[in-house]
């Protein structure tokens, strides 16, 4: 069974930086495209972030040139770096795992960014 476990979230003044981490385990890493996604409250959830079945990268538009994602392979992480954080960066961040050949999607718990003064 995949499992995914988020670390890194906490508070940051606007402008801060924080990294978060997912680590992968209960199957092979490389065949999983992998994404961070996030969720404020009294919205839906959203893409940040993700590996395209490709190895590209595909980001949301308000994280663009502030936010990278990275995988690395031979540790089963997927990283998050994010820059100038904003207030509305405020969110819940979920890591994602969907199978490249079965599309079965899996979630991390979730780990909670707040960016306030």
């Known amino acids: 069974q995949v499992q995914l476990v988020e670390s890194g979230g906490g508070l940051v003044q606007p402008g801060g930086s924080l990294r978060l981490s997912c680590v992968f385990s209960?199957?092979?890493?490389?065949?999983?495209?992998m994404g961070w996604y996030r969720q404020a409250p009294g919205k839906q959830r959203e893409l940040v972030a993700a590996?395209?079945?490709?190895?590209?990268?595909n980001y949301a538009d308000s994280v663009k040139g502030r936010f990278t994602i990275s995988r690395d392979n031979a540790k089963n992480t997927v990283d998050l770096q994010m820059n100038s954080l904003k207030p509305e960066d405020t969110a819940v961040y979920y890591c994602n795992a969907v199978h490249k050949v079965l599309n079965g999607a899996y979630w991390g718990q979730g780990t909670q960014v707040t960016v306030s003064s």
């Open positions: 590996f395209t079945s490709g190895s590209r990268t």
């Open positions: 209960g199957d092979i890493f490389p065949i999983y495209v």
